[in-house]
């Protein structure tokens, strides 16, 4: 099953629950208010349209949220397999990249991922390569989208950016890796990204 119907049909259960309108502000139970202590916060107020595109890239259907679980419900099922190990793992730097920006900004976002337990594994680890890697690809296009939504904010264009890039250039050739190998890669085959995904720190994403 494609990542993209299994995102659908979460959406559809959390819609339900009122979760979506908990993870665009709608109600402020289990929102991450900004961190303010002891880091620098902007005196600049995002347009709303920005703050939907930093809140889209994390909560969104095709957000690092979703990717996250998306990954978690694959090791839960089958164990700690290569790639979907390491790109968690990414995908939790991912997900701390863009809180960081969301609490610069002083924008309220989901303290818990809404999507973890509620996203099922595919059948075979065959078909969790194929569907992630099409999850990747939305995943993509998605920053690809939205960057010209916060084209006047050079910091989160830089974010964007980077964590584009590591979907494009490490974790969608790992999963088509794996899907040419049955839906696993060894230790080791694991594709590295290079770059930062907050402007200063080097290595993988």
């Known amino acids: 099953m494609k990542r993209s119907v299994l995102i659908a049909v979460v959406l559809s259960i959390?819609?339900?629950?009122?979760?979506?309108?908990?993870?665009?502000?709608?109600?402020?139970?289990?929102?991450?208010?900004p961190y303010r202590g002891g880091r620098s916060v902007s005196a600049v107020t995002l347009p709303s349209d920005v703050q939907e595109a930093l809140l889209e890239t994390l909560t969104g259907p095709e957000g690092e949220y979703a990717a996250y679980a998306s990954y978690a419900a694959v090791i839960e099922k089958y164990g700690d397999v290569e790639p979907y190990l390491h790109i968690m793992e990414a995908e939790g730097r991912h997900i701390t990249a863009l809180q960081?920006?969301?609490?610069?900004?002083?924008?309220?976002?989901?303290?818990?991922?809404?999507?973890?337990?509620?996203?099922?594994?595919?059948?075979?680890?065959?078909?969790?390569a194929q569907a992630w890697a099409e999850g990747e690809?939305?995943?993509?296009?998605?920053?690809?989208?939205?960057?010209?939504?916060?084209?006047?904010?050079?910091?989160?264009?830089?974010?964007?950016?980077?964590?584009?890039?590591?979907?494009?250039?490490?974790?969608?050739?790992?999963?088509?890796?794996?899907?040419?190998?049955?839906?696993?890669?060894?230790?080791?085959?694991?594709?590295?990204?290079?770059?930062?995904?907050?402007?200063?720190?080097?290595?993988?994403?």
């Not at 959390?14 to 929102?31: C, D, T």
């Not at 920006?101 to 065959?126: M, R």
């Not at 494009?168 to 190998?181: G, T, V």
Request: hydrophobic letters at 35%.
């Open 100 to 128: 960081r920006q969301l609490d610069k900004y002083g924008v309220a976002y989901p303290a818990e991922n809404p999507y973890l337990g509620q996203i099922e594994a595919p059948e075979s680890l065959l078909e969790a």
């Open 14 to 33: 959390l819609a339900f629950g009122g979760l979506v309108a908990l993870a665009h502000g709608a109600s402020q139970e289990s929102v991450r208010e």
């Open 137 to 205: 690809i939305a995943n993509v296009e998605m920053y690809e989208q939205l960057l010209s939504v916060v084209e006047e904010y050079p910091d989160i264009i830089r974010v964007f950016l980077n964590l584009q890039r590591a979907s494009q250039e490490a974790h969608l050739p790992a999963f088509e890796s794996a899907a040419q190998n049955g839906g696993t890669l060894d230790s080791g085959e694991e594709h590295d990204g290079g770059g930062s995904s907050r402007g200063g720190r080097p290595g993988r994403l």
